[in-house]
């Protein structure tokens, strides 16, 4: 007996299990939700059978659409994994990546990446959610990214952390600076000028607090800011120093900005992948989890271009 449905019906069926509502699945796959609405309608004619419970505040798989969901997973990874493998496919596939990343790993080391992913998979649409790490890991929970790039913290049990690199805090100061001949800087010679901070909520300032606690600063910070690429604009800008993740601060190539070791003590971050556990990645989330854990480790010259197309 012929089953009349087709790929598109169970990417439908899919982003709807993963995104919980028909308006997110069909935002996530890029049709109308009328659309989206038709090609579960159709799987579900063609199954015989009905995948969802639908009211107006919410949607469930329904025992059968439980069953059917990890089937369906199974045979679209299969595809996807197959048609990656196939050189002269890889280059034209078409589908979409997203990677929850924290803003001071997605400035300098991302692009590089994604500029290489993008080489490999010109059609597989990559999104990448800058944001602190508690929203990295909060979309990381929920499903809205594939993978997280962020630095160790409080994971949910649901979740599994992969270290990449230990990240180093170093000083990071105008060329023209008085410390920017020096071989090292400590912290407390840090404090002793004037300084740009990252304020309260980043989960950066909680672990320098946390590291620092019995160093007591000469002076306030000159400026608080959200993000890191702030902070390091500002430095730019002459109002002062800071302390910023060596991943964060452009390389010796940087007509402006330059790096100085920070010392007693040396403060660390453990950066890394994050993932849902017992959860397999789509053969294109693979794909760029294999891109990051290979570039990690390469200076920005082997890297490639920075540019994203």
Not at 282 to 296: D, F, G, Q, S
Request: net charge neutral.
């Amino acid at each position: 007996m012929a089953i009349n449905f087709d790929l598109n019906d169970l990417q439908a069926f899919r982003a709807v299990v993963e995104k919980g509502s028909f308006g997110k699945a069909a935002e996530a796959i890029h049709i109308s939700q009328p659309a989206l609405s038709r090609r579960i309608e159709k799987l579900e004619g063609a199954l015989g059978v009905k995948l969802f419970e639908r009211t107006t505040r919410r949607v469930s798989l329904t025992m059968v659409g439980r069953a059917f969901a990890p089937r369906a997973e199974r045979l679209l990874d299969d595809l996807d994994d197959a048609l990656l493998g196939i050189s002269d496919v890889a280059s034209t596939r078409l589908g979409h990546v997203t990677i929850a990343c924290v803003p001071s790993a997605a400035y300098y080391f991302m692009p590089r990446v994604v500029a290489r992913y993008h080489q490999l998979y010109p059609k597989i649409r990559v999104r990448v959610l800058d944001a602190s790490a508690h929203d990295v890991h909060d979309a990381v929970v929920s499903g809205e990214a594939d993978l997280g790039l962020s630095f160790m913290g409080n994971l949910d049990v649901g979740l599994e952390f992969e270290l990449l690199v230990q990240d180093t805090y170093v000083l990071a100061c105008r060329r023209d600076h008085a410390l920017a001949s020096r071989e090292a800087v400590t912290w407390s010679e840090f404090f002793e000028h004037d300084y740009i901070a990252v304020d309260k909520t980043s989960g950066n300032r909680f672990l320098l607090d946390q590291a620092l606690i019995h160093i007591k600063p000469a002076r306030p910070s000159v400026c608080e800011t959200r993000h890191v690429v702030t902070m390091l604009g500002l430095v730019e800008a002459g109002l002062g120093i800071a302390a910023a993740p060596a991943m964060a601060v452009p390389t010796a190539g940087h007509p402006i900005l330059m790096s100085v070791p920070l010392t007693a003590p040396q403060v660390i971050r453990s950066v890394g992948l994050i993932k849902r556990r017992g959860r397999t990645l789509t053969p294109a989330a693979l794909e760029l989890e294999r891109l990051i854990v290979e570039m990690k480790a390469l200076p920005p010259s082997v890297q490639g271009p920075t540019a994203v197309h």
